[in-house]
């Protein structure tokens, strides 16, 4: 792997110094600005700048350095899935869906992941690095480009813990809002934790209105951390009043995610406990037929019982949907991102 630097790493301040430094005039360092953020990756097709120049910024850096090694299009819904390739041979997915307001796109914040959730393909993976700022930007870039098409919507909930991965996830977010970038309003953006409770705290002040999905999955601490370790770290009180406090602090809704796993957390006694430690709060349940992962035993919820947790959670005053399915066909889904199949 070579050590090139990647032009979107840098911010167009960065990106100013670093053509200056090499001779060039400041008009150029816009000019390759636009090309990047019009999704045009590839150095040698930017057009206006002269032959001698493409080479030369193509022989010092890279931009964003991913492939796609594959691309899915599902046959139900036209969701796309991508393999891409990083700089050093990794191999992230990412997935775009198609809405009536819009497109939006499902990134990758990590290669593999460390939390280790019992019914997620990411968690057998393991954590292997973090996704830099470029190789974030680069996902949304590449599958703009790719359809021809403007993002308007995001969300991190590919592979990985974005919370994991602080730094670089707040400062993709904060490149991608800007006016001479993509333009992204905070408000269509939306970072999900399998609950961090000192990033949600963190994040709670960093004063951008991206909105929060907590990865929640049990009504108490017996069967959360039966799937899912990292409520061994943080009990579900604690992350339940980060919660609160995020609220407090930010005036915000918070989507509570909950797979419905057959026999697992989807009896009516869940519902019942889950809806009094929710009840009164500013939220929204997110119901999930749990997906199926190749190697995993657990299998999804009846309709009839998710319907009735609905109910349970209603009956309690607590805005309740259930999530809709895309890209099936394509192992698309929540939690059936996986860097497999790539020989
Ligand atoms: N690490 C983050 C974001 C990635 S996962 C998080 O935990 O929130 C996005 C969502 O998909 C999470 O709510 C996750 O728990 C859920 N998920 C993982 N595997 C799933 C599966 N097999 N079926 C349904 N949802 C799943």
Redesign the pocket.
């Known amino acids: 792997m070579d050590n090139k630097r990647d032009l979107l790493d840098m911010t167009f301040e960065e990106l100013n110094g670093a053509l200056i430094a090499l001779g060039y005039p400041a008009y150029r360092a816009k000019q390759v600005h636009q090309w990047l953020y019009s999704g045009q990756l590839d150095i040698n097709s930017m057009t206006n700048l002269p032959k001698d120049m493409r080479e030369r910024i193509a022989d010092q850096f890279i931009a964003g350095g991913l492939k796609i090694a594959k691309k899915l299009i599902s046959k139900i819904d036209g969701t796309r899935k991508y393999l891409f390739e990083l700089k050093d041979g990794n191999i992230i997915e990412s997935v775009l869906m198609k809405y009536h307001y819009g497109y939006s796109v499902c990134l990758s914040t990590q290669v593999g992941?460390r939390?280790g959730?019992a019914?997620?393909?990411s968690a057998d993976l393991g954590m292997i690095r973090n996704l830099t700022v470029g190789e974030l930007l680069a996902q949304i870039l590449v599958i703009g480009h790719d359809i021809g098409e403007r993002i308007s919507h995001l969300v991190l909930?590919?592979i990985?813990?974005?919370f994991d991965n602080y730094d670089n996830v707040l400062e993709f977010m904060r490149r991608i809002n800007r006016e001479d970038t993509l333009n992204i309003s905070f408000r269509k953006m939306t970072v999900?934790?399998?609950g961090i409770v000192p990033r949600i705290l963190e994040f709670a002040r960093e004063g951008i209105p991206v909105s929060l999905?907590v990865?929640l999955?049990a009504p108490n601490d017996e069967i959360r951390q039966r799937i899912m370790p990292v409520a061994r770290r943080w009990s579900l009180d604690e992350l339940l009043s980060a919660c609160r406090e995020y609220t407090k602090i930010t005036s915000r809704r918070i989507t509570y995610?909950y797979?419905m796993i057959e026999n697992v957390n989807d009896s009516l006694e869940c519902a019942g406990v889950l809806a009094e430690k929710l009840k009164g709060t500013l939220c929204h349940v997110n119901l999930?037929p749990?997906?199926r992962?190749e190697g995993i035993a657990f299998s999804k919820s009846s309709r009839k019982r998710i319907e009735d947790f609905k109910y349970t959670l209603e009956k309690y005053g607590i805005p309740v949907t259930v999530r809709r399915e895309l890209g099936s066909d394509i192992m698309a889904a929540?939690?059936?991102l996986r860097r497999n199949n790539i020989t």
């Open positions: 992941c939390m959730c019914f997620c393909a909930m590919g990985g813990e974005p999900s934790t399998c999905s990865s999955h995610e797979s999930i749990v997906n992962v929540c939690g059936q």
